[in-house]
Nanobody, 125 residues
């Protein structure tokens, strides 16, 4: 059983930076593809970014390319999402997700089998 815990979400002003963290308990973090998704009020959960188990490949949704950076530290068993130049439209609950198969670099909800409870990011204009 894998439990994921996100942290770092808070209220910030537009243009600010924020770093989210995701730390799992249980499982073998170093073998999982990891991802970030987000869900804004009244909208469906959407893909933000993903990273392979080794960290050698990443992928991003177009709206965050150049602003967000996903990374991981397998020794610390932690994944990060560095978010720069935040915009009000980035406001959402951000979820950490794990693909325990470790294959590929998915961007669909169904590609991931464990999820955290989410952390709220609010960007004011």
């Amino acid at each position: 059983q894998v439990q994921l815990v996100e942290s770092g979400g808070r209220l910030v002003q537009a243009g600010a930076s924020l770093r989210l963290s995701c730390a799992p308990s249980g499982g073998t973090f170093g073998t999982y593809t990891m991802g970030w998704f987000r869900q804004a009020p009244g909208k469906e959960r959407e893909f933000v970014a993903a990273i392979t188990w080794s960290g050698d490949r990443t992928r991003y949704t177009d709206s965050v390319k150049g602003r967000f950076t996903i990374s991981r530290d397998n020794a610390k068993k932690t994944m990060y999402l560095q978010m720069n130049s935040l915009k009000p439209e980035d406001t959402a609950v951000y979820y950490c997700a794990a693909d325990t198969s470790g294959y590929g670099l998915g961007d669909r909800i169904g590609d991931f089998d464990y999820w955290g409870q989410g952390t709220q990011v609010t960007v004011s204009s």
